[in-house]
């Protein structure tokens, strides 16, 4: 049995930012509730207000304007999953989204829920990470508007503001010359993953003029990995020049251990993933590997 | 508009109307059983992680023990109960009949909601996307390959009717 909470569905996200800013950290704000209600159920939280957003007209919607993949707040990851404008244009966004969870969590929960509540273990705060998502949101004072890569500071940290509420996440379309793909270890078909990494690049004339890394999981929150980046800048790619790099995401990294694994085994797995995001990475950004 | 202790939904339950005022705080796997009497949707963990009380949300599956009954207003919901036609077995009921896709029992009105809503959408899937479909149940007693082999005879079942 849930505790004692008052619930409301309003119509509009002003009307939903207007009783957050009222009640303050005596409410929240639902969206998919696939962390939420957990949450609440295991009592780890407790509010006494529920704002409910999904009564909130037209947003989800999912669409490109002006090369940017735009996504409202009400998407859930199995729409993600299954759009076809996602595929054309993000397509590591749906493959990310597809193996999130199990099928019942990817029908309610929502990207924009993920990325606000970011979970050290989610998979959106990676990829909206390495791809530098911009994240707007809405308070009572009114929008803001975030960098993905900037946005998430480990353990359910981000910048957004109190009282404020993400209501959409835009990604950039995704087409050579850059690539981009995401690789994650679990430990059972629908848990969270126990490593991942994300793997962006940019080729000019089969040379990598830019490189974006960024591991999640192991660390608190999505964790660049600047001096594997610098390795692969300005080089032309080679099975050599993927697993070195691959290598320094991996001993880069700082890596907790836990139930799921040792810092030496996540180290490990890390570096396997690295050099699988990489290889697709450059192949999608239409290079390849001499 | 602040909110509210009570909240009155209006839902199609298994093709019945019905609208009940209950406290927002409810469950809707706790609305479901305690107040509908619909057993059928079973508590596991209560923590949205072994599928035992999946329902169909508007055709899709969700757990119900991660859903607020109050959500459900407006929506149209199948329980395991409202999958017969009449007095006849579902398909996939009578698929983990045939095939034991069951032994104690406990997780499969779950199995069973989350088949049917794969077979709306796939009438032949594969065995990979049986199991990528059915991956947020759990089963403790069968080792999933009865289960997966009565949703590929409902898959049969089904496309022999059509
Ligand atoms: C069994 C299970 C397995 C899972 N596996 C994975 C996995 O492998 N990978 C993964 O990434 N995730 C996983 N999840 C989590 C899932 O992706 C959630 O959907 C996600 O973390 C939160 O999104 P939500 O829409 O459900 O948010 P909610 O549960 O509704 O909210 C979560 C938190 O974020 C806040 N919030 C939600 N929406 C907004 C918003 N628009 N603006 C501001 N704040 C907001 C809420 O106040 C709350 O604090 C799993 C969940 C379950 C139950
Ligand atoms: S009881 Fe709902 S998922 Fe276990
Ligand atoms: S039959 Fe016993 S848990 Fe599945």
Not at chain 1, 126 to 135: G, K, Q, R, S, Y
Not at chain 2, 65 to 71: D, E, G, P, R, T
Request: a negative charge; charged letters at 25%.
């Amino acid at each position: 049995m849930l505790q004692d909470i008052k619930y409301t569905s309003p119509e509009t996200i002003a009307d939903a930012a207007a009783l957050l800013g009222e009640y303050g950290e005596d409410a929240t704000v639902m969206s998919g509730g696939q962390s939420l209600m957990p949450m609440l159920r295991q009592r780890l939280a407790d509010y006494e207000l529920l704002i409910d957003i999904n009564e909130v007209a037209d947003r989800d919607y999912l669409r490109v304007d002006d090369d940017e993949l735009r996504i409202g707040c009400l998407v859930r990851h199995t729409d993600v999953a299954n759009s076809d404008t996602v595929a054309e244009s993000c397509e590591t966004l749906a493959e990310t989204a597809a193996e999130i969870g199990d099928t019942q969590v990817r029908n309610r929960g929502t990207l924009c829920g993920a990325l606000a509540h970011a979970d050290p273990a989610g998979d959106p705060p990676v990829v909206a990470t390495a791809l530098d998502a911009e994240i707007k949101s809405q308070g009572p004072d009114g929008e803001h508007t975030y960098d993905g890569s900037s946005f998430f500071h480990g353990f359910y940290e981000t910048e957004l503001g109190e009282n404020e509420i993400v209501t959409e996440a835009s990604f950039p379309v995704v087409e050579p010359p850059y690539g981009a793909a995401y690789q994650k270890y679990e430990p059972s078909a629908g848990a969270y993953p126990t490593a991942t990494v994300a793997a962006v690049v940019e080729l000019d004339d089969s040379v990598v003029t830019d490189a974006t890394l960024v591991t999640g999981a192991i660390e608190p929150g999505p964790t660049p990995m600047p001096e594997a980046e610098a390795h692969l800048a300005g080089e032309t790619p080679t099975e050599d020049l993927v697993t070195t790099t691959a290598e320094l995401v991996g001993d880069g990294s700082d890596p907790m251990e836990d139930s799921d694994g040792s810092v030496e085994f996540k180290r490990e797995i890390t570096k396997t993933l690295a050099k699988r995001a990489l290889v697709t990475a450059i192949d999608r950004a239409g290079g390849d590997i001499e | 508009m602040s909110g509210s202790d009570t909240v009155t939904i209006e839902v199609t339950l298994n093709d019945r109307s019905l609208e009940e005022t209950v406290p927002a705080r409810t469950l809707l796997s706790e609305f479901l059983r305690d107040h509908e009497h619909l057993t059928g949707t079973h508590r596991g963990c209560e923590t949205a992680k072994c599928g035992a009380c999946t329902v169909l949300l508007d055709g899709d599956p969700v757990k119900s023990c991660n859903m607020l009954a109050a959500q459900v207003d407006g929506k149209e919901l199948t329980t395991v109960e409202g999958l017969m036609d009449g007095d006849e077995l579902h398909p996939v009921q009578e698929a983990f009949w045939n095939e034991h896709g069951m032994q104690c029992g406990f997780c499969t009105p779950g199995f069973v909601v989350s088949s049917a809503a794969l077979l709306e959408e796939k009438e032949d899937p594969t065995i990979p996307e049986i199991q990528d479909h059915l991956a947020g149940n759990i089963c403790r007693c069968t080792g999933y390959t009865k289960i997966i082999e009565s949703v590929q005879e409902a898959a049969d079942m089904q496309q022999e009717e059509r």
